[in-house]
């Protein structure tokens, strides 16, 4: 090839990318507002959010793997709640001479191998430790917490930790990568989770989502996770959230969200009539939280603590055409090692 057909070859490629993310862009745009970034400097790399359904203006979050075992609650605007018996002690967003930075609500006799997800549903909190790049994990659970005040209370105990494994591994890793799940909702006391898949490596892309349950557990052995549903289009799913109302199921990954409405049939809550918006990384970041502000209205929170307001309005149906290889190609972009 001459350097003018690898010249030419490059601009079309260059002009086709930039063109698929003005799309992209436009199409968010039109369905996502920025709010706020949160600012508090302890909340480094955010990967789960869920709204309280019983303490007003306030929103649970968590850090990702690594950190502490410990849980930080917002209010609406972005800022850290701390209990006023402690403002003495510690700051907030602002450093305070003669204070520490504050720690979070601490949850003891815990481990953070993996925070992927959190949940809030019949009075408890529930925290997915199911992040398993490797696709290696035989240490795979869920933690349970009765929902502590989040302006009264510094330390939690869980109620639980309930061991976990997929029915369909039976290696470790297996020869493809399907059992890593950053996406977790409750229903009438059932726990379900997603999955994010790669291919036959960490960095191998692959599209394609499975949906598990748990209906009854016990916390001194490993319980087998129950398939119940999937759908091939969904990209990298990293969150999941049900709506107030039971009526949405919301689903978001990074380079896009979708909506599933309530199934006919138990448990499958991918095979109705989707919804599904186009995601720029490039405005919305990587996107790893999500929860319900109201039936309505959605938040979508990045791993840097940028928050996105979506309206449920705004998401349009999923017309049945595989959105998944711009995904990929958009993923690519940013992060060249993958493949």
């Given at each position: 090839?001459?350097?003018?057909?690898?010249?030419?070859?490059?601009?079309?490629?260059?002009?086709?990318?930039?063109?698929?993310?003005?799309?992209?862009?436009?199409?968010?745009?039109?369905?996502?507002?920025?709010?706020?970034?949160?600012?508090?400097?302890?909340?480094?790399?955010?990967?789960?959010?869920?709204?309280?359904?019983?303490?007003?203006?306030?929103?649970?979050?968590?850090?990702?793997?690594?950190?502490?075992p410990r849980l930080f609650a917002l209010n609406g605007e972005g800022?850290?709640?701390?209990?006023?018996?402690?403002?003495?002690?510690?700051?907030?967003?602002?450093?305070?001479?003669?204070?520490?930075?504050?720690?979070?609500?601490?949850?003891?006799?815990?481990?953070?191998?993996?925070?992927?997800?959190?949940?809030?549903?019949?009075?408890?909190?529930?925290?997915?430790?199911?992040?398993?790049?490797?696709?290696?994990?035989?240490?795979?659970?869920?933690?349970?917490?009765?929902?502590?005040?989040?302006?009264?209370?510094?330390?939690?105990?869980?109620?639980?930790?309930?061991?976990?494994?997929?029915?369909?591994?039976?290696?470790?890793?297996?020869?493809?990568?399907?059992?890593?799940?950053?996406?977790?909702?409750?229903?009438?006391?059932?726990?379900?989770?997603?999955?994010?898949?790669?291919?036959?490596?960490?960095?191998?892309?692959?599209?394609?989502?499975?949906?598990?349950?748990?209906?009854?557990?016990?916390?001194?052995?490993?319980?087998?996770?129950?398939?119940?549903?999937?759908?091939?289009?969904?990209?990298?799913?990293?969150?999941?959230?049900?709506?107030?109302?039971?009526?949405?199921?919301?689903?978001?990954?990074?380079?896009?969200?979708?909506?599933?409405?309530?199934?006919?049939?138990?448990?499958?809550?991918?095979?109705?009539?989707?919804?599904?918006?186009?995601?720029?990384?490039?405005?919305?970041?990587?996107?790893?939280?999500?929860?319900?502000?109201?039936?309505?209205?959605?938040?979508?929170?990045?791993?840097?603590?940028?928050?996105?307001?979506?309206?449920?309005?705004?998401?349009?149906?999923?017309?049945?055409?595989?959105?998944?290889?711009?995904?990929?190609?958009?993923?690519?972009?940013?992060?060249?090692?993958?493949?």
């Amino acid at each position: 090839m001459n350097n003018l057909n690898k010249f030419l070859t490059g601009l079309v490629l260059f002009l086709s990318i930039v063109f698929i993310d003005r799309v992209l862009i436009a199409q968010q745009d039109n369905a996502v507002t920025k709010l706020f970034d949160v600012e508090f400097a302890e909340i480094s790399e955010l990967s789960g959010i869920a709204k309280s359904r019983q303490y007003e203006d306030a929103y649970w979050v968590h850090n990702d793997s690594g950190d502490a075992p410990r849980l930080f609650a917002l209010n609406g605007e972005g800022k850290v709640l701390i209990p006023p018996f402690l403002n003495g002690q510690y700051h907030g967003e602002e450093t305070e001479r003669g204070k520490e930075s504050w720690p979070g609500l601490i949850v003891e006799l815990a481990a953070n191998i993996d925070w992927e997800d959190i949940a809030v549903a019949d009075g408890n909190i529930y925290i997915a430790d199911m992040g398993n790049n490797g696709n290696a994990r035989r240490d795979l659970g869920i933690y349970v917490l009765t929902e502590p005040n989040p302006r009264a209370i510094f330390r939690a105990r869980p109620l639980q930790f309930i061991p976990v494994a997929y029915p369909d591994q039976d290696s470790y890793p297996p020869e493809q990568w399907h059992f890593d799940s950053e996406s977790l909702f409750v229903l009438d006391g059932v726990i379900y989770v997603l999955t994010k898949h790669r291919g036959e490596g960490i960095f191998q892309l692959a599209t394609g989502t499975n949906l598990y349950r748990l209906r009854d557990w016990q916390t001194d052995r490993i319980n087998v996770l129950e398939k119940v549903d999937s759908h091939d289009d969904v990209f990298f799913a990293t969150a999941a959230d049900l709506s107030p109302n039971e009526e949405w199921l919301a689903v978001t990954g990074y380079t896009e969200l979708w909506l599933f409405p309530a199934p006919d049939e138990e448990g499958k809550w991918l095979s109705g009539e989707a919804r599904r918006v186009g995601l720029s990384m490039l405005t919305t970041g990587v996107a790893e939280a999500i929860t319900w502000v109201d039936d309505s209205t959605l938040l979508i929170g990045n791993e840097r603590g940028g928050v996105f307001q979506v309206n449920v309005e705004d998401i349009p149906l999923y017309g049945g055409q595989s959105n998944w290889e711009e995904g990929m190609e958009q993923f690519r972009r940013m992060f060249p090692a993958y493949r």
